[in-house]
């Protein structure tokens, strides 16, 4: 299976191809609002803004599994995104990113590429995957890894 083969749903319900997004660079985060981690917001969004013209694309997928920290929904939590992060990027629909009811896209990034000790499991918000124009997951990040600190990454595989 191929991270393009994968179907997400868009803030709106919308199913989604992850296809769509072929032959372009994807960095994948899971995301939260009220999380501790949020201004990292703003170093996606400027991600975003820096390079999405030279094929990246940055995805934040909400999740609300980490001490609750995303209790918003669909548009409303785009529009809260926007107003006090600048997010242009696409948030998608809320998912699950571990446990049993764990999303496919979420399932193949964890099984590709593993997190420290080789554990599969997404230990918080913001956890971040590198995906190459191929489709290929180049590199997970944890949490504290801030968006600046990956952009030599995503210059590389521009």
């Given amino acids: 299976m191929s991270v393009y083969d994968i179907k997400v ?8 191809d992850l296809s769509d997004y072929e032959g372009k660079v994807m960095l994948i985060v899971n995301t939260a609002s009220q999380c501790g981690f949020a201004p990292q917001f703003k170093g996606l969004q400027r991600l975003h803004e820096t390079y ?3 094929g990246l694309a940055v995805l934040g997928f909400p999740s609300n599994q980490f ?3 995303e209790p918003l929904e669909g548009e409303s939590l785009t529009e809260h995104c926007q107003i006090n992060h600048g997010v242009t990027f696409p948030l998608f629909a809320k998912i699950d990113v571990k446990g049993n009811d764990i999303h496919p896209l979420y399932q193949h ?8 000790l080789g554990l599969k499991n997404i230990k918080w ?6 995906v190459d124009r191929n489709g290929k997951i180049i590199k997970r990040f944890s949490p504290t890894v801030t968006p600046e600190k990956i952009e030599s990454y995503i210059q590389k595989l521009l």
């Fill in 9 to 16: 749903n868009s803030s709106r319900g919308e199913t989604k």
């Fill in 109 to 116: 990034l964890t099984n590709a590429s593993p997190g420290f």
């Fill in 67 to 69: 001490r609750n920290q």
């Fill in 125 to 130: 918000n913001f956890t971040k995957f590198l």
């Fill in 52 to 54: 999405a013209d030279k």
